[in-house]
């Protein structure tokens, strides 16, 4: 039986905590979690869930997964589209990214990051995917694009 819908926001936070350290570590920065920034045109403040102490890095984290059936979480695919948008709002001189928890079952060749990435690369304009395995602490950056703040 799935766990209740309530448990998914302490996942999340817990995720974002993890995410916070592991690119700290990667990027060499400090990372503060559900910082402000004015987006748009009136701007208007929209918390991101992971800004660096110096700015260069914004980010939004999603700790999803496959469906117990090895399906597509079709919905939460909506979710991390959004995520792209809010960050598209930011300067292209900053590091955007997404940052997915590494996922992958036995139904499945690719990670759950993997299959986001080939579905909807055509919609990221310059937004990064990145994609962290909780148990090792490894961070891999999906794709060929190339950023001078990447490490």
Same mark, same amino acid.
């Given at each position: 039986?799935p766990?209740?819908?309530s448990?998914?926001?302490?996942?999340?936070?817990s995720?974002q905590t993890?995410?916070a350290?592991?690119?700290?570590q990667?990027?060499l920065?400090?990372?503060q979690t559900?910082?402000p920034?004015?987006i #748009?045109?009136?701007p208007? %403040? $929209?918390?991101?869930?992971l800004v660096?102490?110096?700015g %260069?890095?914004? #980010?939004?984290?999603?700790?999803?997964?496959?469906?117990?059936g090895?399906n597509?979480?079709?919905?939460?695919m909506?979710?991390?589209?959004?995520? &792209?948008?809010?960050?598209?709002?930011?300067?292209?001189d900053?590091?955007?990214f997404v &940052?997915?928890?590494?996922?992958?079952?036995?139904? $499945?060749?690719?990670?759950?990051?993997?299959?986001?990435?080939?579905? %909807?690369? $055509?919609?990221?304009?310059?937004?990064?995917v990145?994609?962290?395995?909780?148990?090792?602490?490894?961070?891999?950056?999906?794709?060929d694009?190339?950023?001078?703040?990447?490490?």
């Amino acid at each position: 039986m799935p766990e209740p819908n309530s448990k998914n926001t302490v996942k999340g936070k817990s995720f974002q905590t993890i995410a916070a350290e592991v690119l700290g570590q990667h990027f060499l920065v400090g990372f503060q979690t559900e910082h402000p920034i004015p987006i #748009g045109n009136l701007p208007k %403040n $929209h918390k991101f869930d992971l800004v660096s102490d110096n700015g %260069n890095y914004i #980010g939004e984290c999603k700790n999803y997964s496959w469906t117990e059936g090895g399906n597509v979480p079709s919905a939460k695919m909506g979710f991390i589209n959004e995520a &792209v948008f809010y960050l598209q709002h930011i300067s292209t001189d900053k590091f955007r990214f997404v &940052v997915l928890r590494r996922d992958i079952d036995n139904k $499945h060749t690719e990670t759950l990051a993997d299959y986001y990435y080939r579905t %909807n690369k $055509h919609l990221l304009n310059g937004v990064f995917v990145i994609e962290i395995d909780v148990l090792t602490k490894s961070v891999r950056i999906l794709g060929d694009q190339d950023f001078s703040l990447k490490r």
